[in-house]
């Protein structure tokens, strides 16, 4: 019974957005997933990456939601405001954990993984390929890439092995690319066009 709820509650909410163009998930809200972005170009951009690519694989409403700052965005998604965000290595463990920097990258990545899954059930998957040197606290390296709520996972058994095809595939040129393609157009359409020339979608 509960299959057939889930199936029917996504198949309306699909039917509703394709026929009268309700906005996604606002048929069934907790089929929906949540994506948040600090706001900047290439935080909406990373944040369109994930939406479009989950969206179009997964058939799963997905919405994007902008917060003023890495704390308001992680706070969010402590709280289940949000189910994932692209955050980077630095970030976390200078500004959020408020732990020392560490300069190997390698291990900073696996210093900041370990202490979000045990002490604040989020997972990092695999980093992105690039690392934003504007947000790099204490000289900490940078690298993006996405964090999830454990329970999004479980509930979404697939969504880590989805994500992580995006792990190494954008580089410091790819992102400064994309960032400037977003400069004049929509983010959504520009993370589109990167995922369908990458044979992602």
């Given at each position: 019974m509960k299959y057939l709820t889930r199936f029917f509650c996504g198949s309306l909410a699909l039917l509703l957005a394709l026929s009268i163009g309700v906005p996604h998930g606002s048929a069934c809200?907790?089929?929906?997933?949540?994506?948040?972005?600090?706001?900047?170009?290439?935080?909406?951009?990373?944040a369109q990456l994930?939406?479009?690519?989950?969206?179009?694989r997964t058939g799963t409403s997905v919405k994007v939601a902008d917060f003023s700052g890495?704390?308001?965005v992680h706070e969010a998604l402590v709280k289940a405001d949000i189910d994932m965000y692209v955050e980077y290595t630095g970030v976390g463990q200078v500004e959020i954990l408020r732990?020392?920097?560490?300069?190997?990258?390698?291990?900073?990545?696996?210093?900041?993984k370990e202490v979000y899954n045990q002490d604040l059930n989020l997972i990092w998957l695999k980093p992105l390929g690039f690392a934003n040197k504007q947000e790099a606290p204490a000289g900490a390296p940078a690298?993006?890439?996405?964090?999830?709520?454990k329970d999004t996972l479980k509930k979404f058994p697939a969504l880590a092995r989805l994500i992580n095809k995006l792990g190494?595939?954008?580089?410091?040129?790819?992102?400064?690319?994309?960032e400037k393609q977003a400069a004049g157009q929509p983010p959504h359409k520009v993370a589109r066009g990167f995922l369908k020339q990458n044979r992602l979608i």
């Open positions: 809200v907790g089929k929906t997933l949540v994506i948040g972005s600090t706001g900047t170009v290439q935080q909406q951009v990373l994930l939406a479009v690519l989950i969206a179009e890495h704390a308001a732990k020392e920097a560490i300069a190997d990258s390698d291990a900073l990545f696996k210093a900041v690298d993006a890439a996405p964090v999830v709520r190494g595939r954008i580089d410091d040129a790819t992102i400064e690319q994309l």
